[in-house]
Every structure is written in C-alpha cells, then in structure tokens.
C-alpha cells in the first residue's frame, strides 16, 4: 500500500528536545507507523496551520499521504492561502482521531481509593513540512483524482463516482477553481492518549464505560491498542 | 446559561477583511452564536495553537466558555506551553465539530445532469485571544471545578463524580501539577460547511447518504440546519 511507503518518511523526531512544541509525555508519544497512518486516513480532515503577516491562518483541508511519503490535498483558488504563504514555506498539518472525556466514575479502582481525577483521551499527529503551490492541470486532475478514488473505495465500493461521470467541461472547469499542493514532511509528532499509562482493571473499565456512554469508536481505538499489546 | 452570556462577547469581525486568514465564502460564514456555542460545547477539545520563537507550537485541551465569554482550561505544569508563550500572547483556539466526505453519490440531480464534484462537510470555530497564566490554587481549583461539573453533569447526571469525592491531600497534589489559563477573546471566525448551497433535494439526499453511510452525528447538524431554516 502506497501509504506504508510514504510512512517510512514521515520523520520521527528524537526524544531528546529540550522544548516541547506539544506536550508529548512518553508514554503518550505515538511512534508507531501504522497508528500514524490509521489517524490520517480515519481523520484526513487536517488543519493546516502557519504564521503569515497577517497572523496565523488556518484552514481546515483533505489531505492524503502519498507514496513518497508527502501529504497531497487542493483548496480554492478563492482561498487566499495560497497567496499568504511563500513557497516553501513550513505549516503545520493537525489531524484529530477521536476524543472523549473520561470520568473517574470509568475506573473500579476509584471504589477503593477515590484517588483520581477526570481526563481527556485523543490521538492526534502533527505533520511539519514544507508546502508548494501547483497550478498545472495534470497535477491539479491527479491530486483531485487520488482523493477522489481514496473516499470512493472507501465509501461506495464497486458503485464508487469517478470523474469520468461528470462531463469533461464540467471537469474542466472545476479544476480551473481550485490550486494543488503538496507538502514535503520535514517532521512527525504523534500522540495517543488512550488511558495507556492505567493498571489493567482501570484500562477496561475505561473501555466499558466509553461504550457505555456512546463513545464507541474511541472505545474501539483502546480495544485495539489493548489487543495489539497483549 | 452562562453559555449565551458569554456568547455575546465572542465578537465576530467584519465581513470584509481583504485578506481571509481562513477561507470562509459568505455562504458558509456561521455568525449565529447559537451554533458557534454549540460546537463549542459539543467539539470542546479545542486546539490551542501559537508562533513562538521554537516554531508553531500545538496543544489539544478541552476548554470552556466562560460568562465573561473567556475561554477557561488548564494544562499540565510539564506542558511547556506556559513557558514558551509570554503572558498575553495572541493564541488561536480551534475547535472542530462534526466533518465527513460528501459523494455526489448522495445527489439525485447527479442522475440527471452528472455536473457533481465531491467535497467535505464539516464545522470549525476559530476563536482568537489573549492568553494569560494563572498559578494560585484558588484559580487553578476554580478552572477544574467548572470544567468537571459540566462533563460529569453531562455524562453522569445525579451520578456525577465530585472534586470532593477525592481526598483533599491528593487533589491539592493534583492542582499542584497543572497551571490554569484564560483566553480573553478578540476575535471568532466560525464557518458550517453543510451543503447549505445545494438544491433542496440534493440537501436532503446528502442528509440520507450520510446517515445511510454511518454519518449519523454530520446529518443530524444538516437536518437540524434544515428545520431551523424552515
């Protein structure tokens, strides 16, 4: 799959810096290339984040790992972001997976003890990398045409809508709206806030009540990390 | 509700800024506070993002909406956010509600005319602000307590868990880890991309497709779009 190759790129920093861009303690810190990958292509909606002149702009973007390991996606040729940033220059790339509070209430312990508080568990991965601008219909049909097949697949199987079903001045047209990019990765923070750093009845219990509670999908994401520990 | 008081002091700016820091066409600019106050409560894990001298730094914490309209959280005392961001640092707070691919798929006019592209739906508020630290218990214990008592209320009801359900040494060891702060709000920019600019039955189909496709959360919004504009 083109989206392993492209991880293999996507530059795990060292552990080591001093300064933390984001609050990554290491038992929360996501190394793992898979997991990276499935936050990406569950939750492609990132934010692109970068300072400008005008200040920090951010816009909320599809994005899709290729095989070399950069992140494709396209906006508007309306939306001045292209025209805030330089060529070159380095944004941030946010991609969300899920979240969900988590209650004291979740944890057997607590009967025993009462020695907790609520927290927060999410995974996210941030992508610092170097964007450009590409204004060429080739590039504009292939970005928009390996999203589209992406989503398709994934969505409507073999009744997938191909750009072929619209008609080619439609096409056309629709392309001469919208400007391409890629961004080169220059580094990867992930994180996995998954209750991970809690004794074992805890960890379960966390499970159950996110269920409980209508949080299934993040549920699903401890349910994972619990099966592929054990 | 403290919500709506606050609500009215989230300050949303002029139409007409040259430059788009996030690109919002008219038709997709949210400025009803109603629904800026509930992606906020519904999506509270915001983004905390700002430029300092090691780059574009990026924090995820849950936050809350204030009666003053200030946005209110804390972070861990590790969390180097609080060292790396001088007091009264302009922050941007992102917060992200529901999001999901749209096929043309979901379109009966597609049949008809096949002149249908994809794109995503999804709802995001940018909340811009000065950002202050504070360390004194008192405030910390404020912070947490507001931040709980909305959560537990929500999830648990009558069986919502209490700071005070915890021993008093090991929450005041707790409050000794975390630094509270407070957003003072100068700017929101919201945006609802939900298919607001389609034909009424291609609304309706894609509220269809959505739920049809395990979407229900994103259809829901359409639909409650739909009545309340009805």
Partial sequence: MGRCLGLS???????D?????????PHFREISPDTIGEIIASAPLACIVVQTDEGLIANHIPLLLGPDGS???HIALANDMHRLIAEGSEVLAIFRGEDGYISPNFYPSKAEHHRHVPTWNYQVVHVYGDIGFQHDERTKRAAVGLLTREHERRLNGKDAWRMADAPPDYIERQLGDIVAFRITVTRTLAKSK???NREERDYLG????????GRSALAERLEKRWHNAG
Wanted: cysteine-free.
């Fill in 9 to 15: 790129r996507l530059k795990l920093p060292p552990k």
């Fill in 17 to 25: 810096r001093r300064n933390q861009v984001t609050y990554i303690p």
């Fill in 71 to 73: 992140l494709i996606g």
């Fill in 194 to 196: 998954l209750s991970q």
């Fill in 206 to 213: 966390t499970i159950s009540g996110l269920r409980a509670t």
